[in-house]
């Protein structure tokens, strides 16, 4: 399916309504603010981000290469090493701020609670280490079980995930893989214990078309099937359409619009929004590319971040910083147009 058909799916799907009036949030992200005190300057990586995911919901996160999406996941996850650091906000899973958990405690939640499926599988894995190995320091850190018991788990983790020769792979090395096989390797030890909640961070960047589309059918069903949610990044709006229920666009470290997939990619209000769609290739239409780079995350441009990209860009811009504007539907954006073109101070 084209990432064009797959909108126009999106627009028959119901939306969903986007207050919590039943207590199925799983994970709230409230004013996240992570930065980096390098030689160059502080880098301003993420600027009070607010996101949210409800249970059995896929929520994507998308923008521009350096708009702060690894860096916002890794601050949720406690992976942010120095010269990061965390300096603001809350980000609460089933109520507990993880921000506030120490290394030991974060270490048990994640694989425990949270799978995490990050972009480069072979940075993941150890290159020294049997594959069975680590399934089994998988299991020692959270699970304790005899070696019989991990390597029949493994097992069917790994045919889960599609491998057929199991026992092969768990005997075998990391650098003994395809790129593809090794994803999916990874994917079998975030979903080994039964986490409610997967975060994928760009799982099938550097794979070939035809195995991107099998690992990101292969992660969506493994996590509806069960009943999961997951938070998947990535910087292709055609893999939101596809694979999302709500999404959150990024740009220089903030949320600049959010809503239902069905919304935000049929009424886009954001101008990178809109520009982000018309970049998506099109069957018998020109590419449309998105010309600049997003700003300097040192020197951080006062105003909207976008506004030297802009095609819209007028006086406020460049001094005063929208704030985000909710319309009926939910559906959330930072710009000082209005819908009908009004200016919006
Ligand atoms: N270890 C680091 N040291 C300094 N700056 C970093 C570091 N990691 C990320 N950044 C900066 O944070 C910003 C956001 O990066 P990132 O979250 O990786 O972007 P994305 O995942 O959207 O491509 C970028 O400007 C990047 O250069
Ligand atoms: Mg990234």
């Known amino acids: 399916m084209s990432a064009l058909s797959a909108i126009r799916r999106s627009r028959n799907r119901p939306a969903r309504p986007d207050t919590d009036t039943s207590g199925h949030r799983l994970l709230e992200v409230s004013g996240l603010t992570t930065r980096f005190d390098t030689p160059d300057g502080l880098v301003q990586a993420v600027n009070g981000v607010d996101l949210h995911v409800d ?39 089933n109520g507990v701020d993880l921000l506030t ?21 072979f940075s993941a894995l150890n290159p020294v280490m049997r594959i069975h190995r680590q399934f089994r320091n998988i299991m020692a850190a959270h699970d304790p079980a005899s070696a019989g018991e991990v390597r029949d788990r493994a097992r069917a983790a790994l045919a889960d995930v599609g491998i057929a020769g199991p026992g092969r792979v768990l005997d075998g090395y990391a650098h003994q893989l395809s790129g593809g096989m090794a994803q999916r390797v990874v994917i079998a030890m975030a979903m080994l214990l039964n986490p409610a909640f997967v975060i994928a961070d760009e799982p099938t960047t550097g794979l070939d078309l035809t195995v991107q589309r099998q690992i990101l059918d292969l992660i969506r069903g493994l996590v509806r099937e069960h009943g999961r949610s997951m938070l998947l990044v990535t910087h292709d709006l055609g893999v939101v359409a596809q694979y999302c229920d709500r999404v959150v666009v990024m740009y220089a470290g903030k949320v600049i619009e959010h809503g239902s997939v069905r919304d935000v990619l049929t009424a886009p209000r954001h101008p990178y929004t809109q520009a982000l769609i018309r970049a998506i290739p099109r069957p018998g239409r020109p590419l449309v590319h998105l010309t600049g780079r997003p700003p300097d995350l040192v020197d951080y441009p006062d105003g909207c971040p976008f506004r030297a990209r802009c095609p819209h860009a007028f006086e406020p811009c460049g001094h005063t910083v929208p704030e985000p504007v909710t319309v009926a539907s939910g559906q959330t954006y930072r710009c000082h147009l209005r819908e009908d073109g009004e200016v919006g101070l």
């Open 55 to 93: 249970r059995a919901e896929i929520v994507g996160v998308v923008g521009e290469s350096g708009c702060g999406k690894s860096v916002t996941i890794r601050s949720i996850l406690g992976l942010v090493r120095p010269p990061g650091r965390v300096v603001g906000g809350t980000a609460h899973f």
């Open 101 to 121: 958990l120490r290394g030991a405690e974060l270490r048990r939640l994640r694989g425990k609670d949270i799978g995490f499926i990050a972009q480069n599988p």
